[in-house]
């Protein structure tokens, strides 16, 4: 994910409160701690303004460890926690994220120190902790276990569609996206990450800002698809609605016919007879520490991974 950060990055003077670093919590200077996620994640400081512009606070639903020399910040792990609805089931679980190391102080050990704190602090909060990489083998030296995730092929055939969509923009759209998600049904019963829009808006406004990515609004559904057609195929990546709609109703909004459906989350919600695909989505491995439940094949939807 990728914020309890002022409205002005140039406000260097506010403390950021780095807690539970070791045993202590302790302070880090905000300039410092910025420039160390700026290093690894360009960009992410104004997303991370523009998110807490929505009212969402960098660590607002977890902690941040930090590793500090010399008082600046030169190693930092997110630690977010939220809820997940697991075979029916719902749990706690914590997610990990930004982790990053000051490209001086890398080979050291300071990443691994720092999560091997975030994992201690989390086995009294949370029943599993996951989070994405494009390196597995680094993470299972700490005790993560891969876990292969699925999409979900469907053909079909649909004619297209008469139903209205627009994409929704920052800030003209701000409530409306907040409506949404704060309302929104689960999407799935077998394994859905729930998310008031905290993740969401930091994954849809990094790269495509003031355009949400993927999302659009349907006064139909009264809600928010996040998709994109490519040769009459759909990429489906989410749906963001107080009542699930129908698979037809989603089909009706699209310009061209559909020959063919790619749910990128398990859409057993939806329809019975997709057929699951193992995938790899955006080079993002998923790892998991801890106990994790008996599952049947699934992915982490786009918008909700941190």
């Not at 202590?24 to 998110?51: A, D, H, T």
């Not at 990053?100 to 902790?129: F, M, P, Y």
């Not at 698979?247 to 859409?267: A, R």
């Amino acid at each position: 994910m990728h914020g309890n950060l002022p409205t002005s990055c140039g406000e260097i003077e506010v403390l950021l409160e780095a807690k539970q670093v070791g045993e202590k919590s302790r302070k880090v200077e905000m300039e410092s701690y910025l420039n160390l996620l700026e290093e690894s994640f360009p960009g992410i400081k104004n997303n991370i303004i523009r998110c807490e512009s929505l009212g969402f606070e960098w660590a607002g639903e977890g902690r941040i460890f930090v590793k500090e020399e010399d008082g600046k910040a030169v190693c930092h792990v997110g630690y977010y926690e939220t809820s997940a609805l697991i075979e029916g089931g719902w749990c706690k679980i914590g997610a990990l994220h930004a982790i990053c190391t000051q490209s001086s102080r890398r080979n050291q050990g300071h990443a691994s120190q720092l999560i091997l704190d975030a994992l201690k602090w989390a086995e009294k909060h949370c029943s599993i902790v996951i989070l994405f990489t494009e390196i597995p083998k680094f993470y299972t030296r700490l005790s993560f276990q891969e876990i292969q995730e699925y999409r979900f092929h469907l053909p079909c055939e649909h004619v297209k569609g008469d139903k209205v969509l627009r994409q929704i923009q920052i800030p003209n759209d701000s409530d409306l996206f907040l409506r949404c998600f704060r309302e929104r049904d689960s999407l799935s019963h077998r394994f859905w990450i729930k998310d008031n829009g905290a993740i969401a808006s930091f994954n849809t406004l990094f790269a495509t800002y003031p355009t949400f990515w993927s999302l659009h609004y349907s006064p139909a559904i009264d809600g928010l698809l996040s998709f994109k057609v490519e040769n009459q195929t759909l990429h489906l990546f989410d749906v963001v609605a107080k009542k699930i709609p129908s698979l037809e109703l989603i089909l009706d909004h699209f310009q061209t016919p559909i020959k063919d459906i790619y749910f990128y989350f398990s859409p057993d919600r939806f329809v019975q007879s997709a057929v699951p695909e193992p995938y790899l989505y955006d080079h993002g491995h998923l790892m998991v520490h801890g106990a994790m439940p008996t599952v049947g094949p699934f992915m982490i939807a786009p918008l909700s991974r941190c």
